[in-house]
């Protein structure tokens, strides 16, 4: 039942765009796996071969310390509604930082949050359909903002602050490869 592309077809950029959470998963060449929910807005097909999504900041930054070790990153979205259907990106990361050059025309693709942390670009090796037959039906009431909120009341400088606090180092012991100086995006136009 499951078929193998190259690349994003239009049909599965459409599915992508009705999709309200999709799911990152990463692993280092030892430690923890990490698999997260992701949603708010945060994710870019930029073409049929390369997707972008952005990293808002939050208790860990797990993606970027594996990212070091192993660049290999897996996309889920599946279908709670409609017809079944499970979608996967298979492919190979890397981290846009907001003291790299590539950052403003990178997050100008998204809504300007206050916790923007990181943009991670994925070249897609191979994307993945399978029935998704045995996934329940869910119904969105409507989309969480305690983070965005959270963001806000930290403003840019206390988010700066919380990266060197506690985004520096993973669960692991791992360097996430945050800048040791990391700049809030302030000195830019976002």
């Known amino acids: 039942m499951a078929k193998q592309f190259e690349s994003l077809n239009e049909k599965h950029q ?9 799911f990152v998963g990463t692993a280092a060449d030892g430690g923890t796996v990490n698999v997260s929910p992701k949603d708010m807005d945060s994710f870019r097909v930029i073409d049929s071969r390369t997707v972008a999504w952005l ?3 939050g208790s860990g930054n797990e993606t970027a310390a594996h990212l070091l070790d192993n660049d290999r990153m897996t996309i ?6 409609k017809h079944p259907l499970i979608l996967r990106l298979y492919g190979r990361a890397r981290v846009i930082y907001p003291s790299d050059a590539e950052w403003k025309e990178m997050i ?7 916790g923007a ?7 897609l090796d191979r994307v993945q ?5 045995a996934v329940p039906f869910y119904e969105l009431v409507g989309e969480r903002t305690t983070l965005e909120k959270w963001s806000d009341q930290q403003g840019r400088e206390g988010i700066a602050q ?8 993973s669960i692991d012991g791992k360097d996430t490869g945050m800048p040791d100086k990391v700049s809030s995006g302030e000195d830019s136009d976002r």
């Open 55 to 57: 990293n808002l900041t």
């Open 108 to 114: 100008s693709r998204f809504p300007d949050y206050t």
């Open 117 to 123: 942390r990181q943009v991670f670009v994925v070249a």
């Open 162 to 169: 919380y990266w060197q606090d506690r985004n520096l180092i």
């Open 76 to 81: 889920m979205f599946c279908s709670f509604d």
């Open 14 to 22: 459409s599915f992508i765009a009705e999709q309200h959470l999709f």
């Open 129 to 133: 359909t399978s029935c998704g037959f």
